[in-house]
């Protein structure tokens, strides 16, 4: 079993649409849960960062992270064609940011 | 600003060839990370240096070995390449620091045939 499952999908959906992203892991020491964006034949940019449990919001994104579920999500309101993506999930047990656990990444297309 | 910059881009080699991929960051950063990115596998660690002059095994080092060659620049070696060895190759360094991020390069596309 993996440490981080994600949905590869693909998810397609209209332009304006509320997109969710979801991944859950197994281990309980991660305290660092990221998301990045990962633009094709490009590398992955973060997007997301939250330390323990609770919401972030950030212009049209907004992270949660459930940590009693083992369980954390990527919101994206009024998605944009610009959005879409491949959206990686990432954990981390350490302060030390770059040492990751990534999930599979889901690809998002938006549809005009 | 280059951020982390990696070469080659594109590399394709034979089987049991050997080959280097060179890293580098303009960042100051600490620590740097080697990563490869397989389909459905998401990007998995191979190894990381945390400081200049010391570096660890991640999740999938088998077949690579790494340099640190200085603070700025991490390189990963294929001693004997083989087919299962075909993937994307990102680099990436970070800071260190409570939250800071981890900045990427743009990718090696490796082939091994």
């Known amino acids: 079993q993996k440490e981080v499952e994600q949905d590869p999908g693909p998810l397609s959906v209209p332009e304006g649409a509320i997109v969710s992203l979801n991944c859950t892991y197994s281990n309980s020491a991660f305290q660092y849960f990221m998301w990045y964006r990962q633009y094709s034949r490009k590398g992955p940019e973060l997007l997301m960062y939250?330390?323990?449990?609770g919401n972030k919001e950030d212009g049209r994104f907004t992270a949660q992270v459930d940590k009693s579920s083992k369980y954390i999500s990527l919101f994206i309101r009024d998605s944009q064609p610009s959005d879409s993506a491949t959206y990686l999930c990432a954990m981390s047990s350490s302060s030390n940011t770059g040492k990751l656990i990534f999930g599979q990444g889901t690809t998002l297309q938006v549809k005009p | 600003n280059a951020g982390v910059t990696q070469t080659p881009k594109f590399q394709v080699l034979k089987t049991g060839q050997s080959m280097t991929l060179q890293c580098a960051q303009d960042?100051?950063?600490?620590?740097m990370y080697w990563y490869r990115q397989d389909p459905g596998m998401g990007l998995r660690l191979i190894y990381y240096s945390a400081s200049e002059g010391t570096t660890d095994k991640g999740e999938v080092p088998n077949g690579y070995n790494v340099s640190r060659l200085n603070k700025r620049e991490f390189s990963l070696r294929l001693e004997s390449a083989a087919p299962s060895q075909t993937s994307v190759y990102f680099c990436?360094?970070?800071?260190?620091?409570?939250?800071?991020?981890?900045?990427f390069g743009q990718g090696t596309r490796l082939t091994v045939v």
């Open positions: 939250t330390y323990s449990s």
């Open positions: 990436a360094s970070s800071a260190d620091r409570g939250d800071t991020e981890a900045f």
């Open positions: 960042m100051n950063h600490n620590s």
